[in-house]
T-cell receptor, first 113, second 113 residues
Framework: AQSVTQPDIHITVSEGASLELRCNYS??????LFWYVQSPGQGLQLLLK??????LVQGIKGFEAEFKRSQSSFNLRKPSVHWSDAAEYFC???????????FGTGTRLKVLA | EAGVAQSPRYKIIEKRQSVAFWCNPI?????LYWYQQILGQGPKLLIQ????????DSQLPKDRFSAERLKGVDSTLKIQPAKLEDSAVYLC???????????FGPGTRLTVL
């Protein structure tokens, strides 16, 4: 059965520092992978997605993620965090056969001024 | 382009009462999803429609939850009777197809007393 794990419930970084949010998945074949962001009082918004091809994926707002098959990971990164990045981030895996979506439990990012 | 519309935005009911939520997806989107997001958790897929057919409802508590998507456009999600543990935000999302970007509505926050 497919699953996705976000090991970090909370992360705090200083503004301007680099960021990496971890995501590990469990799925037999190559899954479709997504990162979404949920800002306070706002709906979920797609940051980036990976289906195939280049394992380094660029997204919106300066985010990128790297698919590492050997580690079953799809970590989200940003070189310099802005205060407006404070939000909850969700990794999601989609079964490429059934198209069933599973979201992780989320990582809440706090940004210090 | 109009986004995904949901109503009501907030609902407070007592346990054992019934409640219904409405979702109007983005025009032309064939795939529609209903998620339940309990505070502090990631969205859990309840049901996924492709046009007006059900693709996945494996996590829908069918003894109390029902959903329909007549004519492959709008959708309603009903809970009858509600339980305390149904308190959550109910999110509707739509996409062109099952592997395309999902666009989320603002959600309906349900409180069951």
């Amino acid at each position: 059965a497919q699953s996705v794990t976000q090991p970090d419930i909370h992360i705090t970084v200083s503004e301007g520092a680099s960021l990496e949010l971890r995501c590990n998945y469990s799925y037999g074949a190559t899954p479709y992978l997504f990162w979404y962001v949920q800002s306070p009082g706002q709906g979920l918004q797609l940051l980036l997605k990976y289906f195939s091809g280049d394992t380094l994926v660029q997204g919106i707002k300066g985010f990128e993620a790297e698919f590492k098959r050997s580690q079953s990971s799809f970590n989200l990164r940003k070189p310099s965090v802005h205060w407006s990045d404070a939000a909850e981030y969700f990794c999601a895996v989609v079964n490429s056969g059934t198209y069933k979506y599973i979201f992780g439990t989320g990582t809440r990012l706090k940004v210090l001024a | 382009e109009a986004g995904v519309a949901q109503s009501p935005r907030y609902k407070i009911i007592e346990k054992r009462q019934s409640v219904a939520f409405w979702c109007n997806p983005i025009s032309g989107h064939a795939t529609l999803y209903w998620y339940q997001q309990i505070l502090g958790q990631g969205p859990k897929l309840l049901i996924q429609f492709q046009n007006n057919g059900v693709v996945d409802d494996s996590q829908l508590p069918k003894d109390r939850f029902s959903a329909e998507r007549l004519k492959g456009v709008d959708s309603t999600l009903k809970i009858q009777p509600a339980k305390l543990e149904d308190s959550a935000v109910y999110l509707c999302a739509s996409s062109l197809g099952p592997t395309d970007t999902q666009y989320f509505g603002p959600g309906t926050r349900l409180t069951v007393l």
